[in-house]
């Protein structure tokens, strides 16, 4: 089995920073394509942010200039900072993950989420 814990959630003032990571764990050959959506209340999950394992990086419109996605490929773990925040970011974060298993068949795994609450 495969597990995505996410940490680093919380509440922010406009304008404050902070940084969510995600590390998988278990039954890992390797970790692929690895993200972060978002979903506010009442709306859908949207993407955020994702990163392959060779370092490209893809950003919603929204986030660009004012979020950094990275990964660590020997901890198989995702990080975003998120700088310059704004109250429209409020939402639960989850993390996505593409992972080759060690029978090397590929499944997508989803974090618990995290709150992000950024007040005004």
């Known amino acids: 089995q495969v597990q995505l814990v996410e940490s680093g959630g919380g509440l922010v003032q406009t304008g404050g920073s902070l940084r969510l990571s995600c590390a998988a764990s278990?039954?890992?050959?390797?970790?692929?394509?690895m993200g972060w959506y978002r979903q506010a209340p009442g709306q859908q999950r949207e993407l955020v942010a994702a990163?392959?394992?060779?370092?490209?990086?893809n950003y919603a419109d929204s986030v660009k200039g004012r979020f950094t996605i990275s990964r660590d490929n020997a901890k198989n773990t995702v990080y975003l900072q998120m700088n310059s925040l704004k109250p429209e970011d409020t939402a639960v974060y989850y993390c996505?993950?593409?992972?080759?298993?060690?029978?090397?068949?590929?499944?997508?795994?989803w974090g618990q989420g995290t709150q992000v609450t950024v007040s005004s």
């Open positions: 996505h993950a593409e992972i080759t298993r060690r029978n090397y068949v590929k499944y997508d795994y």
């Open positions: 278990g039954s890992i050959f390797s970790a692929n394509a």
């Open positions: 990163i392959t394992s060779g370092g490209s990086t």
